[in-house]
């Protein structure tokens, strides 16, 4: 038999294979499990995350199985034994930053001869591992978005072996369905709670397929009972997370099926005070049930995120996305009938490959014709793997996108100011996250709209529903004066948008 020291290093499923192959017993297996408690008992993880709000949930999910294994987890980089970059690869500057912060935590591990370890966890894991790896004594455990359940053993296998540990295996069944996030960068009013993971879509410009892997719906009952959990712990608002949420399916063992839209009716039902929102969806799926439970439920925000990427139906088409020019026109007038005020908010990509100028000017014209309250706007960059990165010429100047850019972003800025000026005189029923940015006496809130809010604390505070009136706006942000608190039971029954005469 081995000398117990030799088994420090041995991966779990090794350790099991082992004992399936009744070579160790049940004492050495304690002795193993008690080395690797012990290994860990006292490390400090620091997390560090980028991207989307995905990733901002599977960090907590990563905290979460950490704090398990017994890590503590650490606000301050300088505290840290372990720090993990949970990267992004959507968008090339995305990578780019996770580069440049590599490189600076290479000499901070230098300075504390090589006791820091470094893991690169999420997207960029699986296409990078190769280079990361190649950087050696750099990055010490690299991580896929389906693997953080092994993280404990991966730390632990380079600890004890000075050698990097590797998992980037993407699996069809990992939703971490089971796994409550650590929430330690909510305010306390707010949650995220993801429904499902991947994307089955492969829209031509995106990693995400690759990085992520196929669709899988987490299961209905785990996803209430965590909204019932937020509840009572006094949250006052989830936002339903995943790559393309409308196109959630779950079948329970009974063999019902729970569509996207039964899904936000239930969750709307677990607490009348509990706002409910969620992202991003694909207008391919945005059906009539779901826009009616969004007028139906009074706790659904009449808030939808329709990423539309472009005015024009043959970029739309190359851009594989499923729907037309005219479709998405008709989605969007469907949704303000059904939703009287709805706002909407988008995402649009200049300079996508073979973009014309003419087929600019119709991203520009279908804005005019949205008016989105809100929208993020990138420049097409061209993501490996994808299949604009095969078959496309990536063809427009830098300089062409640059302004094409610009433009649309300019557009955005003065449709979102116009709508915040509608808003002057209007009554909103703002729930309150905290102190505004720029001062401890003001309160920073969003509208059922989404709209950030700020007005005067008075005896107000976080987690409050108040019904304020507005009566001033910059681009981006709207200021209030409080009228009074509320419930959302009581603001449904009287109005979440009043119009009184405009403030001059
Ligand atoms: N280039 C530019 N923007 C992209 N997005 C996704 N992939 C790319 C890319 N290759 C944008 C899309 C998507 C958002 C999350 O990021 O607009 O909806
Ligand atoms: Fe990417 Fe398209 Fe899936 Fe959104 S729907 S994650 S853009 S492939």
Redesign the pocket.
């Known amino acids: 038999m081995e000398p117990i020291e030799d088994l420090d290093v041995l991966a779990e499923d090794e350790v099991r294979q082992r004992q399936a192959d009744k070579d160790l017993d049940e004492d050495q297996l304690d002795q193993i499990k008690h080395g690797y408690d012990e290994a860990t008992g006292d490390k400090q993880v620091y997390i560090e995350t980028y991207g989307?709000q995905m990733n901002v949930n599977d960090s907590g999910i990563v905290a979460s199985v950490l704090e398990e294994s017994g890590y503590g987890l650490t606000r301050d980089q300088e505290d840290a034994d372990v720090v993990l970059l949970n990267t992004c690869a959507?968008?090339?500057n995305a990578e780019r930053k996770i580069r440049t912060r590599l490189g600076m935590l290479r000499s901070e591990k230098e300075k504390r001869d090589g006791e820091l370890m470094l893991g690169v966890l999420g997207c960029m894991a699986e296409r990078l591992r190769e280079k990361l790896l190649e950087q050696e004594d750099l990055v010490d455990v690299v991580v896929g978005p389906d693997a953080y359940r092994d993280l404990p053993r991966l730390l632990y296998e380079a600890d004890a072996t000075g050698q990097a540990a590797v998992n980037v295996e993407l699996s069809k069944q990992e939703t971490y369905e089971d796994i409550q996030p650590v929430r330690y960068d909510s305010n306390g009013v707010s949650a995220y709670v993801s429904i499902m993971r991947g994307c089955d879509n492969m829209?031509t410009?995106?990693?995400?397929p690759f990085t992520r892997g196929r669709e899988e719906s987490r299961p209905v009952t785990t996803i209430l009972s965590e909204v019932a959990q937020l509840a009572e712990e006094g949250y006052k608002e989830v936002t339903l997370l995943g790559q393309n949420v409308n196109s959630y399916h779950y079948t329970d063992e009974d063999g019902t099926s729970v569509s996207f839209a039964e899904l936000v009716d239930r969750v709307s039902r677990v607490s009348p005070e509990m706002r409910v929102r969620y992202s991003?969806s694909h207008p391919k799926d945005c059906t009539d049930d779901l826009l009616k439970v969004h007028r139906d439920r009074p706790n659904v925000c009449n808030y939808i995120h329709l990423?539309v990427?472009h005015g024009n139906t043959e970029v739309l088409d190359r851009m594989r996305r499923t729907y037309t020019r005219e479709e998405y026109l008709a989605l969007t007038e469907r949704a303000k009938e059904l939703c009287p005020g709805v706002s909407l908010s988008t995402?649009?990509?200049a300079g996508?490959c073979g973009e014309t100028e003419e087929q600019h000017q119709d991203t520009l014209s279908l804005m005019e014709q949205v008016r989105y309250d809100h929208a993020?706007?990138?420049?097409?960059?061209?993501?490996p793997q994808?299949y604009?990165a095969r078959k496309y010429e990536d063809d427009v100047p830098e300089d062409v996108k640059q302004r094409r850019l610009e433009e649309i972003i300019e557009r955005q800025n003065q449709h979102a100011k116009e709508s915040n000026e509608e808003e002057i005189g209007r009554v909103h029923t703002v729930l309150v996250e905290g102190p505004s940015k720029k001062s401890d006496e003001q309160l920073f809130g969003r509208t059922d709209t989404n709209k950030g809010v700020v007005f005067d604390r008075e005896d107000y505070e976080k987690g409050d529903y108040v019904k304020v009136r507005i009566e001033d706006c910059t681009s981006s942000t709207l200021l209030g004066t409080a009228i009074e608190k509320t419930t959302l039971a009581e603001a449904a029954r009287t109005d979440s948008i009043t119009t009184e005469p405009a403030v001059a």
């Open positions: 989307c959507i968008r090339e829209c410009f995106c990693v995400v991003t990423p990427q995402d649009l990509i996508f993020y706007m990138f420049k097409y960059s061209e993501r994808t604009a």
